[in-house]
Each structure stands twice: as structure tokens, then as C-alpha cells.
């Protein structure tokens, strides 16, 4: 077996007797025996079989997937792609090549290897497709389940929602399932694709061509954003034509389980996916091979796509709230332990390179003149007798301020900092230092909550959660660092960026006073009323 090879090449499909419009099905089949039993599904339930015609990218091993062939279902009306399952290079590779086996069918459908269909699946489709309220519309959601051989689950409205956000920034999705009588008369749009049941004229095949650089991951979300920006709408089918077998039965190796390469295919994808929805731009070629082709389109931008779909890449949001893995927590014993972690190793190897404080250059003398005149007055105008300073580091800049206060407490993550700052300030007797995780703990009560330079290091959720507990803990007024630039990202604990406490998902109105520290870098402060509850 050579390492593709290609049969039933056809010119322009119509059935002639009819002039029904015809439909091109793409199958990527990955050792896989029930594509076979998938195949003959969909001719006979189609109400008109003669115009089906059906692409497949068969990977498989010889003689051990010889069982994937048992069944041949109309093989004149199906044309194939054979490579050996270790020369493949993943899903969208598969299904890029399935592409190639268009022959200029009006529509395209896109379906797994593992599915069954509902009867006259062909007529529903096209007539859906009529109905969608856009000039280049697609069909796509999540097919319901089925059992194998032949056992359909009832019958439901399936629409597609973003999931979390991957450590590497990749978007998955889930799924809810509405009633039948709560179908609605046209096909909803929405942002979200599934790549298992993809409907749409055939002309997206050349406007909007399969991805082979991207392995798995990211496959749907870089799809569906690939096709809005070039203009195509996705709706929600409002009716059942498909089934998928979720539970995969007679399982088989995966990609991943055969090839020792896929680790690698995978993080060159996950490169491109960050490049490509505007999280991490890639300057490494190999990550961006064909991009022009397969990249984003003009007619609609990333940030208009973004609006739309509630989405924001770089922040990891949806509709403004962060969306993580709910074993990625901020408060989870596993994440204290890893804040603690790398900013005690911060502290221990000084890894901010400052001589003067190892709490960085923003906490030197020189980088705070302005701030050593101007909070003093700004807490006596506030009645502030008592400080919580969250975060303070080795107090390098506000040591000297402390004698004004009735008492002041910091509060910081690293117990050997802690430590050191108790034997440096014990001749201060209003001075109080303890271990404490702003995230997770909620400080006493005090006048007012000092947190300079300390959410910047924080990813989004880890910040939203300190805000809470700040406005837990009673304090009147919250003392903080911020930068009004519009939007914020999402950061690793002991990163850093030019958080905007104003933007989402803070939502913080304008402070009531501002000092200008230089820069993007405000000192602002809010009355703890102020913050959103």
C-alpha cells in the first residue's frame, strides 16, 4: 500500500434523472469497524440515496482492521482516501484530505465514523439550511446518542456552549439538551460548532478549508471562528438527524495511542490556535505553515467574533467570567499550594533582581517618592487608623510610614518572608505581620486594605476571589494597584500583567481617588461598597 491512494475520482455529481442537489459526506475513519455500518446508515436512510456521495479518509492497519471492510454499501457513490493508521497525522489532517475527494456536490456534510442518522436525514437538512435567516448559513451541533447496534436516544434540541479553557489556553465545549416542543420554528444561530455533524453548501469546502495542521484539540473553536470571520452563520438544527456512539463499545487504539510523535503534533498545534485567536502571537514558522490559507477571514473580525459569542480569548472569559477547569481552582488545596510555591521561590531566589527589596524595583525608594507623600494624607483624610496591607512583601517603602498608624498588619504568602519581617519589626509594637493567602483568606477587619503590586501577579480567578474576600472582611475602603487600559489577559500565579480593575471581570467602577504612579499604573482607591458583590 502506497502512502495514499485514491479511488472513484468523479466529475460534477448530479443525479441527472432527477436534478436533485446532491451532497458530499466526509467521513475520517480511524481504525474504526463501525464507519462501515455508519456508511450503509446513511444510504438507507436517506430519502434520496442516488445523490449521496461519500468521502473517506480510511487510517487503519492491514490484516488487524481488515474487519473495518466487511460491508460494501453502494460502492460506486463512495470514494476513498487509504493510509496506513502510522502515516496519519491526526483528525483535521484526516479530514483535509477527505476534502481533496469533492467533486463539486451542492452541499457538504461532515459526520464521524461512528453515527447513525434519522430517516430522510438528506430532505431535512437541505430544508433546515432553507430556512436559516443568513445568506451562508451552517447547520452544526452535537448529535444525540446512540447505542450500538441500533438504539437511538429520544429525541432532543442539542446546543453547543464554551466548557473551560485548557492550561494552554484551548477552549473545550459542552452541551445541553432541550425538549422537542420547545423547538423553535427556524434554526437559531449560534457561535459554536460541532465538528461530528457540520451541514452547509459545498462552496465552504474552498472558502473555508479543513485545518490539517491542527491535531485535535482546538478543532471546533478555531472552525467555527474561521468560518465567522469569512462571513458563513452557524445555527442549531431545530430538528434530529443524526446519532453518535459516544461510548465507543468495540474500542480501538486512538491517534495518540499509536503514534509516538502526536505529543509534538499537538503542541505545534496548540501554537497555532494561540496565534490564531489572538491570545500568543507565534514568530516560530513551523507553527504557522500555511496560515494565510487557513487563517481568519476579512469579512468579520476576531474581536467582532469575540462580542458575539461572549467569548474573550486572551482573558479566558465567557460573558465577562473566567472559565477554568474546576480542578484549576484559585482555591483549591492544589493551587495554594503552587501560589505558595512559586512566590516563595521568588523571594528566595530573588528572581525580581532588585538590590534594594527582593519585592521588585516598584518597591525600591526611588520608585515611590511620590507614593511615600501622597498616602499618608490620603489615609488621614480617610480616617484610616488601622492598615491591612495584603501583600507587603518586606514593607521596604512603608516601614517608615507605620508610626502614624493605630496598627498596621501585613499579610503575606511566604512564610519564611513572614518570618523575617516578625524579627526585622519587633521593636514595632504596631506592627503585625502573619502568614496569609489573599485568595483564600479573609483578613480581619481594619479601616482600609492596602494591595499594591500583588494582583498583578495573580491569574483573573485568583483576583476575583481576593476581591471577595476583601469585601468580606469589613474594611471600609480598598487601596489598590490598577492600570485603565480596557481589557485584561490571563497570566500564570507569579506572572505578571497591567491589570485593569475597571475592566472585566472586575467590573470596578472609576476610583474615587487616583494617584498617578507613571505609566499605565494607578494607585486607586474605592470605598469596599464600591465593588461588585
Not at 494565510?292 to 480569548?313: K, P, W
Not at 486572551?314 to 484559585?330: D, T, V
Amino acid at each position: 500500500m502506497g502512502r495514499l491512494q485514491a479511488s472513484h475520482f468523479f466529475s460534477k455529481t448530479m443525479d441527472t434523472s432527477t436534478s436533485l442537489p446532491t451532497i458530499f459526506v466526509s467521513i475520517a475513519s480511524y481504525r474504526d469497524p463501525d464507519c462501515q455500518n455508519t456508511v450503509r446508515d446513511l444510504f438507507e436512510k436517506a430519502a434520496h440515496p442516488e445523490r449521496v456521495f461519500i468521502g473517506i479518509c480510511w487510517q487503519y492497519v492491514p490484516v488487524d482492521d481488515d474487519d473495518c471492510f466487511v460491508l460494501d454499501t453502494r460502492p460506486e457513490q463512495i470514494r476513498t482516501i487509504k493510509v496506513h493508521a502510522s502515516e496519519s497525522k491526526g483528525v483535521c489532517w484526516a479530514r483535509s484530505q477527505v476534502q481533496t475527494l469533492w467533486r463539486g456536490e451542492d452541499y457538504f456534510l461532515q459526520v464521524d465514523s461512528h453515527m447513525r442518522f434519522a430517516a430522510g436525514w438528506d430532505d431535512l437538512l437541505i430544508e433546515m439550511l432553507g430556512k436559516c435567516e443568513s445568506p451562508k448559513p451552517v447547520l452544526s451541533t452535537y448529535p444525540l446518542a446512540f447505542t450500538p447496534p441500533d438504539t437511538l436516544a429520544d429525541d432532543g434540541i442539542v446546543t453547543i456552549f464554551p466548557k473551560e479553557f485548557d492550561d494552554h489556553g484551548v477552549l473545550s465545549q459542552r452541551s445541553e439538551i432541550s425538549n422537542m416542543k420547545d423547538a423553535p420554528p427556524v434554526p437559531p444561530r449560534n457561535a459554536f460548532i460541532g465538528a461530528g455533524l457540520v451541514f452547509a453548501s459545498a462552496r465552504i469546502i474552498e472558502e473555508v478549508p479543513y485545518d490539517p495542521h491542527i491535531y485535535f484539540e482546538g478543532e471546533e473553536i478555531t472552525l467555527a471562528v474561521r468560518m465567522w470571520t469569512k462571513g458563513w452563520d452557524i445555527h442549531v438544527p431545530n430538528a434530529v438527524v443524526a446519532y453518535h456512539d459516544y461510548g465507543r463499545r468495540q474500542e480501538r487504539p486512538r491517534h495518540w495511542h499509536d503514534q509516538t510523535d502526536w505529543s509534538t503534533l499537538n503542541q505545534h498545534a496548540r501554537k497555532r490556535i494561540r496565534h490564531l485567536l489572538g491570545v500568543e502571537l507565534s514568530g516560530d514558522g513551523e507553527n504557522l505553515v500555511e496560515i494565510d490559507r487557513f487563517g481568519l477571514g476579512a469579512v468579520r473580525s476576531l474581536a467582532q467574533y469575540e462580542a458575539f459569542s461572549g467569548l474573550d480569548f486572551r482573558a479566558r472569559l465567557y460573558k465577562g467570567q473566567p472559565l477554568q477547569r474546576p480542578g484549576l481552582a484559585a482555591d483549591t488545596p492544589e493551587q495554594v499550594a503552587a501560589r505558595k510555591a512559586v512566590f516563595t521561590l521568588i523571594w528566595k531566589e530573588n528572581l525580581w533582581a532588585c538590590e534594594e527589596t527582593r519585592s521588585g524595583a516598584g518597591s525600591a525608594l526611588s520608585a515611590t517618592t511620590a507614593l511615600r507623600e501622597w498616602l499618608p494624607k490620603t489615609l488621614d483624610f480617610l480616617d484610616v487608623r488601622i492598615l491591612a496591607d495584603a501583600g507587603c512583601g518586606d514593607a521596604n517603602w512603608i516601614k517608615d510610614l507605620t508610626t502614624s498608624l493605630r496598627f498596621y498588619f501585613g499579610y503575606d504568602i511566604v512564610p519564611g518572608l513572614v518570618g523575617d519581617m516578625r524579627s526585622r519589626m519587633q521593636e514595632r509594637t504596631n506592627c503585625f505581620f502573619s502568614e496569609a493567602d489573599i485568595v483564600t483568606t479573609t483578613l480581619p477587619e481594619s479601616d482600609a486594605i492596602l494591595c499594591r503590586d500583588c494582583l498583578t501577579h495573580l491569574p483573573l480567578d485568583a483576583v476575583l476571589m481576593a476581591l471577595k474576600r476583601f469585601r468580606q472582611s469589613g474594611a471600609r475602603y480598598l487601596i489598590a494597584t490598577t492600570h485603565p487600559i480596557g481589557r485584561n489577559a490571563w497570566i500564570r500565579g507569579g506572572g505578571w500583567q497591567a491589570l485593569d480593575l475597571t475592566a472585566a471581570p472586575f467590573n470596578l467602577p472609576a476610583p474615587r481617588m487616583v494617584l498617578d504612579e507613571g505609566g499605565t499604573k494607578k494607585l486607586g482607591v474605592w470605598a469596599m461598597a464600591d465593588l461588585p458583590a
